[in-house]
């Protein structure tokens, strides 16, 4: 039997590029589709090394008198604080003003150029003695991160067959999630000290952005988005990689290929454009996923950069809080494979909405709890609920708009994360200050209620379903 199961002849009105989404989304599970998830997740795992090295690498960068522990005005550049908004900053416009390059230029030239990209102007922030070249190559590198974190979940949805997509996200998660406790190694292990005259704070830095390398020398084994190509009326090209992705997986798993289910298209523009995030159709979705990121990023962020001063507020001493927030840190890639077990069994949204409920109960008993134990299992609690939180939400936002607007819709609706999360910590410094623990961690709770209620209410239904089905 031929590895393709139907003709065209079979569905005379089909569109090629109909019948080139049906044979991606009926590759079985294999070597050749893992290899893809795998590469795509060496790049999340330096993007996320990226991310964590800021609170690691921050006492290095004071202690070496490049930025201040305190802020002088809003304004300050000399500010740890002013670091930590560059980065924010940064990703605010990767996803909200260049995340739409990936729609025109094609997911593999993107990923590769934003990650090297992002790499190479973390090594020059490495290597600067002022707080204004610091600051600004840390807001160039988050531009860079911004759209590498959209171009990947895009990417990854559009090559990945919908019976295994929630998987393929989680696994993607769990070796990303691994570059937490990995950064945190190379920081306690540098970080105190000057390896060969050189301030360790630089070393952590640059050797996430060595490892990026790695990744661009696997580019050949990564093809293009093949409905990218088939959006953009290649559709030869489309052809031939999903031609070779048909024989490998006929080769790895030793069978013959399901016949294709083709879901009829109406005509298709090449060339998507932002106003359609607001006709009648996708309206709903961007609204709903606007609101989801504005309050889910005041949660996780609210709780997460807040752990270690939400304990000393409490009566924990300064070591323990930091041992109670590693170990909570270290359940983070449990989230992802918790999630595997059943990312492809419940739907996404219902996945997003139990998610959230848990990290809102956990977080408010976190404010009342105070046996060691019990402290530890309530931020285990939130740290899981947001990883298995987030790998369904990257799913899911993926799979909620066409081929042609998928990036720069994913940015947009992202970038609101980014805004919240720089204004989280005015709230949460707002309510410590003064109305204490349990009304900061009141705020976190309640962001995640109406995250719940959002995605619970609006969120349409995507489980086993084409990209295409849900959208066209």
Known sequence: MSVFSASPLQQPAMSAQAMLAARMDRLPSSKVIWQMVILLS????????????????????????????????????????????????????????????????????????????????????????????????????????????????TYLGELVPPGIRGRAFAYNHVISYLAGPICGVCALLLVPHEPYGIEGWRWVIGLGTLGSLGVFLLRGRLPESPRWLASRGHIDRAEQIVAELERKSVQQTGRDLLSPTVTSL????????????????????????????????????????????????????????????????????????????????????????????????????????????????????????????????HAYQSELYPTRIRSQAVGFVYSFSRISGMLSGFMIAFLLGHYGVISALGLVAGSMVVVALIIGTMGPRTRGRTLEAIND
């Open 42 to 153: 060496l790049g999340g795992f330096f993007e996320t090394y990226e991310l964590f090295s800021t609170s690691f690498v921050i006492p290095g960068i004071i202690h070496s008198g490049v930025l201040t522990a305190s802020t002088a005005g809003l304004f300050d550049i000399h500010g740890a604080a002013s670091y930590i908004a560059a980065t924010f900053i940064g990703m605010f416009i990767g996803t909200s003003c260049v995340s739409f390059v990936a729609d025109r230029l094609g997911r593999r030239r993107v990923f590769i150029y934003a990650l090297l990209s992002y790499s190479a102007c973390s090594l020059i922030m490495a290597c600067q003695t002022d707080a204004m070249g610091l600051c600004f190559w840390r807001l160039m590198a988050g531009i860079g991160l911004g759209v590498e974190l959209v171009t990947i979940d």
């Open 266 to 393: 109406p005509p298709q523009e090449h060339k998507g454009h932002f106003s359609e995030l607001w006709n009648r159709k996708y309206a709903r979705r961007t609204v709903m996923l606007v609101i989801f990121h504005f309050f889910a990023s005041i949660g996780v962020y609210g709780f997460m950069n807040w752990v270690p001063t939400f304990l000393i507020e409490q009566g924990v001493s300064v070591a323990h809080s930091l041992a109670y927030t590693i170990a909570m840190g270290c359940s983070a890639p449990l989230g992802p494979l918790l999630n595997s077990t059943f990312a492809d069994k419940v739907e996404r949204k219902w996945q997003i909405a139990g998610a959230a409920l848990v990290m809102a109960i956990g977080g408010l008993a976190f404010a009342f709890v105070r046996e060691p134990s019990l402290v530890i299992l309530c931020g285990v609690l939130v740290t899981v609920g947001s990883t298995v939180m987030s790998v369904s939400y």
